[in-house]
Nanobody, 123 residues
Framework: QVQLVESGGGLVQPGGSLRLSCAASGFTSDYYAIGWFRQAPGKEREGVLCISSTDHYTYYADSVKGRFTISRDKGKNTVYLQMNSLKPEDTAVYYC????????????????WGQGTQVTVSS
């Protein structure tokens, strides 16, 4: 059974950092693309960053370039989203998702999702 579990969210001050984890089970995440998405209140879910099965990454949100990075720990079957220099506009529920092929920034292209983790950036 494919399962994705996000963790690492919380309340952080502007300029702070968080590292989100996406722990996969029921499949070997190395062979699939893992995407991070976020959904702010009243807004549609948007793509943030994705890592492919060959460890290439693609940014889908220009606003996070230079601040967010994605990485994979194959031994732990886990993908991480490192978020630095956080801003209030980064406040959202963050989700990870997986798909069979390469990266995509479209929600409808992913078949499996985690439950999400809340990130709140506020002073």
């Amino acid at each position: 059974q494919v399962q994705l579990v996000e963790s690492g969210g919380g309340l952080v001050q502007p300029g702070g950092s968080l590292r989100l984890s996406c722990a996969a089970s029921g499949f070997t995440s190395d062979y699939y693309a893992i995407g991070w998405f976020r959904q702010a209140p009243g807004k549609e879910r948007e793509g943030v960053l994705c890592i492919s099965s060959t460890d290439h990454y693609t940014y889908y949100a220009d606003s996070v370039k230079g601040r967010f990075t994605i990485s994979r720990d194959k031994g732990k079957n886990t993908v991480y989203l490192q978020m630095n220099s956080l801003k209030p506009e980064d406040t959202a529920v963050y989700y990870c998702a997986t798909r069979d092929y390469g990266c995509s920034g479209y929600v409808q292209n992913y078949g499996y999702w985690g439950q999400g983790t809340q990130v709140t950036v506020s002073s």
